[in-house]
């Protein structure tokens, strides 16, 4: 079966810290994956996609950024938090129907 | 007029009833729609998936399509306290990039 590890599941940072939260996935290989934010009660926003190692696409300019540094793990990061970083940050991969399937999420706050 | 527009509710529904969940998109190319459930504090878990103009069924879900009015809506037969979440409709616009409306939250009183 296909399924996605997200780490760590919650995470309280101070504004200014650094981040870094990681996706991996099992059962498939050079999946497209997409790291997405849910503000409180927001729809979700799409901040990264990667159709492979090396390749990401921004959707929004931002204080974050991604990494793919091997075929199944993909990773959000930031330099320095600001409070509106906070959200539940989801990664999920592409199926062959072009549904995408999602992760456990990582909740981040940041005071 | 966004991309993807969904009545926020709440939809409060007795159990047993029938619940309507409805969904508009702008992009008259989209091919793909789909449906997800979320929880509260949980990641949304795919639950529909319709291509196809008309009526597709999967046990007490019926997702509906209607690309020419750019309009899909998901229906809950018998609907259960356990359905109690938000749902997010999610149309592949552009290609194949999905796009969430903001979700209506459904609430099934026993």
């Known amino acids: 079966s296909q399924t996605i590890h997200q780490w760590p599941a919650t995470l309280v940072q101070p504004v200014g810290s650094p981040l870094s939260l990681e996706c991996t996935v099992e059962g498939t290989s050079n999946p497209n994956l997409y790291w997405y934010r849910q503000a409180a009660g927001r729809g979700l926003q799409l901040l990264f996609y990667?159709?492979?190692?090396?390749?990401i696409s921004s959707e929004v300019p931002q204080n974050l950024s991604a990494s793919r540094p091997q075929d199944r793990q993909f990773i959000l990061s930031s330099k320095k938090l600001l409070l509106s970083d906070s959200g539940f940050y989801l990664c999920?991969?592409?199926?062959?129907?072009?549904?995408?399937?999602f992760g456990p999420g990582t909740r981040l706050t940041v005071l | 007029q966004k991309e993807v527009e969904q009545n926020s509710g709440p939809l409060s529904v007795p159990e047993g009833a029938i619940a309507s969940l409805n969904c508009t998109y702008s992009d008259r190319g989209s091919q793909s729609f789909f449906w997800y459930r979320q929880y509260s504090g949980k990641s949304p878990e795919l639950i529909m998936s319709i291509y196809s103009n008309g009526d597709k069924e999967d046990g007490r879900f019926t997702a509906q399509l209607n690309k020419a009015s750019q309009y899909v809506s998901l229906l809950i037969r018998d609907s259960q306290p356990s359905d109690s979440a938000t749902y997010l409709c999610?149309?592949?616009?552009?290609?194949?990039?999905?796009?969430f409306g903001a979700g209506t939250i459904l609430r099934v009183k026993s």
């Open positions: 999610a149309p592949a616009l552009y290609g194949n990039k999905l796009v």
């Open positions: 990667s159709v492979g190692i090396g390749q």
């Open positions: 999920a991969r592409l199926a062959s129907g072009n549904e995408q399937f």
